[in-house]
């Protein structure tokens, strides 16, 4: 199992188009990381693969937090269950509907957090997940 170095660096790579992927995929390659965080936008959701199979190909250790990235190849996620979001938020349509007003409805966090672990790509990276990381996880992709 690789283990993770005390200090990070980060680099931040901006993905707008799917050409952007090539040049991701270069950059990558060169500077050899060991990690890639794919932070979610109609970018990065529309081309989930894709951006799995480049992190595959070069065995990186890469998250997000979209299920959907873990379920197309990537290692795992780490979110909110947005199904929860949208019944949440059908309540609150029907709230205003029946005549509240929309300033008056109170901010609500997240309350069900959803991670997702994919055992495939953990055993074509060479990543053990510790066991611990297992029972923890509400989906395990096998």
């Known amino acids: 199992m690789r283990s993770l170095p ?3 660096k980060t680099q931040w790579f901006e993905v707008r188009t799917e050409a ?3 040049s991701l995929a270069q950059a990558l390659e060169r500077l050899r990381p060991q990690g890639l965080l794919v932070q979610l936008d109609a970018v990065t959701y529309t081309h989930r693969k894709r951006i799995a199979e480049i992190a595959l190909a ?3 250790l890469a998250v997000s937090s979209l299920a959907q990235f873990a379920e197309a190849g990537g290692l795992m996620s780490y979110s909110n269950d947005f199904r929860d979001n949208w019944r949440r938020a059908v309540d609150y349509v029907d709230r205003i509907l029946k005549g509240e007003k929309p300033g008056d409805l109170p901010v609500q966090q997240p309350t069900t957090l959803e991670l997702v672990v994919n055992l495939k790509t953990a055993r ?3 990543v053990t997940i510790p066991q611990s990381v297992l029972i923890r996880a509400d989906r395990v992709i096998e």
């Open 6 to 8: 005390w200090h990070l």
């Open 20 to 22: 952007d992927l090539s």
């Open 58 to 60: 070069q065995r990186l």
């Open 124 to 126: 074509e990276i060479g």
